[in-house]
């Protein structure tokens, strides 16, 4: 089983639509939660970071941590095609340097 | 300011050839590290550098894999007797070297092992 766990989808959604993306871990040691956008044949792309347990909110996107239930989301409100990309978690452990583990990665199409 | 490159985008070769895959980080970024991303999966850790150090190597598969980075800034991934298996995307990501840290990716190199 691996550390984190991400449905690969693909998530298919209209535009304007609210998107739900999750990521599930095991490793309690896990203290800093990151959502990365990736698009086709390019390098990932930080969107949001969080570190304590609750929501964060910047623009169209939240990202919301449980750490009780170790269970991150990601929304997007008022979805765009632009926003058609795979959609990657990420975690630092806290004893573990700066390493990213992450999610298999989600991929979202936004139609118009 | 420019970002992350890596050079070259595209590699391919044979089995059992030599690479080497450049990557240089932003300007004044202390940390620097590799991944790989094999085709629908996450970035796999490789080995993450501070300074011209190597912090933390546990990542890389076995020793056919090295990298270096000699001035602290540019640095080389080395594939020795490449498999098929090693086929995949190799990220560079560097940061400002703070723990925890933002780390920004490079487009990464595309290496195809026929």
């Known amino acids: 089983q691996k550390e984190v766990e991400q449905d690969p989808g693909p998530l298919s959604v209209p535009e304007g639509a609210i998107v739900s993306l999750n990521c599930t871990y095991s490793?309690?040691?896990?203290?800093?939660f990151m959502w990365y956008r990736q698009y086709s044949r390019k390098g990932p792309e930080l969107l949001m970071y969080t570190y304590s347990s609750g929501n964060k909110e910047d623009g169209r996107f939240t990202a919301q941590v449980d750490k009780s239930s170790k269970y991150i989301s990601l929304f997007i409100r008022d979805s765009q095609p632009s926003d058609s990309a795979t959609y990657l978690c990420?975690?630092?452990?806290?004893?573990?340097?700066?390493?990213?583990?992450f999610g298999g990665g989600t991929r979202l199409m936004v139609k118009p | 300011g420019a970002g992350v490159s890596q050079t070259p985008s595209n590699k391919v070769t044979e089995k059992g050839k030599y690479v080497e895959l450049r990557c240089d980080p932003i300007?004044?970024?202390?940390?620097l590290y590799w991944y790989r991303q094999s085709l629908g999966q996450g970035p796999e850790f490789l080995i993450y550098?501070?300074?011209?150090?190597?912090?933390?190597d546990s990542g890389l598969p076995n020793d056919r894999f090295f990298a270096v980075r000699p001035e602290g800034s540019v640095s080389t991934l080395k594939i020795q007797r490449t498999e098929r298996g090693d086929s995949a995307v190799y990220l560079c990501a560097s940061s400002p070297g703070l723990v925890p840290d933002t780390q920004y990716f490079g487009p990464g190199t595309r290496l195809t092992v026929l």
């Open positions: 990420a975690m630092i452990s806290y004893n573990a340097g700066n390493m990213l583990t």
């Open positions: 300007s004044g970024h202390t940390a």
């Open positions: 550098f501070q300074g011209t150090g190597a912090a933390d």
């Open positions: 490793n309690s040691a896990f203290q800093y």
